[in-house]
C-alpha cells in the first residue's frame, strides 16, 4: 500500500530523476491538506454506523426492486451483507483520504471484487449509486464539523465509482 508522497518518490526514482519543483510542490500540497485529511478520517471513523445506515436507506427508497423479492438485497442476509460492503467501501476510503492516495482501494478493495460480484450475481449499478451516496453523506458532515473545503473527499469515493463502472462486473 502507498501514499502520495511514496508513489510519487518510487516514480522519480523509476525514472532515476531528483525530485524537480512539480514534485516539490506536490508533497507541499500534500502536507498541507493532511490535517484536513485526518479530521475528514475522524469524521467517518465517529459517524460510519450511521453513514451507512443512512446511505443504505437512501439507496434502497431509491431502487426499492433491491428489498422486494427476487432483488439483491432480499433477505436479511442479502441485506446485511450489502451494508456490510458499503462499510467496507467506506473504511478504505477513509484510508485512502489519509493516504492522498488510490493505491490502497486499488489493492484492497477493487482487485478480486469484480471476480466476486461477477459470481455472486451482484449488480453494479446499485454499488455505485451507494457509493455516491456515502460519498454526499461524508461531505455534508465534513462541512458540519468545519472542513470548509470538501473537494479531495471526492477522490477515493469517485475512483472507486469509475473503477466499478469501466468494468463489466
Avoid: W
Avoid at 89 to 96: D, I, V
Avoid at 115 to 137: A, F
Amino acid at each position: 500500500m502507498r501514499d502520495a508522497v511514496t508513489t510519487l518518490i518510487r516514480n522519480y526514482d523509476v525514472a532515476g530523476r531528483y525530485l524537480d519543483r512539480n514534485a516539490v510542490d506536490s508533497l507541499k500540497a500534500y502536507f498541507e491538506t493532511g490535517t484536513v485529511r485526518v479530521a475528514a478520517a475522524a469524521v467517518i471513523t465517529s459517524n460510519a454506523a450511521e453513514i451507512v445506515k443512512q446511505a443504505g436507506s437512501q439507496l434502497f427508497d431509491e431502487l426499492p426492486e433491491l428489498i422486494r423479492p427476487g432483488g439483491n438485497a432480499y433477505t436479511t442476509r442479502r441485506y446485511a451483507a450489502c451494508l456490510r460492503d458499503m462499510d467496507y467501501y467506506l473504511r478504505y476510503a477513509s484510508y485512502a483520504l489519509v493516504a492522498g492516495d488510490t493505491d490502497v482501494l486499488d489493492e484492497r478493495v477493487l482487485q478480486g471484487l469484480r471476480e466476486t460480484y461477477n459470481s455472486l450475481g451482484v449488480p453494479i449499478g446499485p454499488t455505485v449509486r451507494g457509493i455516491q451516496i456515502m460519498k454526499d453523506i461524508v461531505k455534508g458532515l465534513a462541512e458540519e464539523s468545519g472542513i470548509l473545503n470538501t473537494s479531495f473527499i471526492d477522490q477515493p469515493f469517485d475512483h472507486m465509482t469509475r473503477e466499478f463502472s469501466e468494468q463489466d462486473v
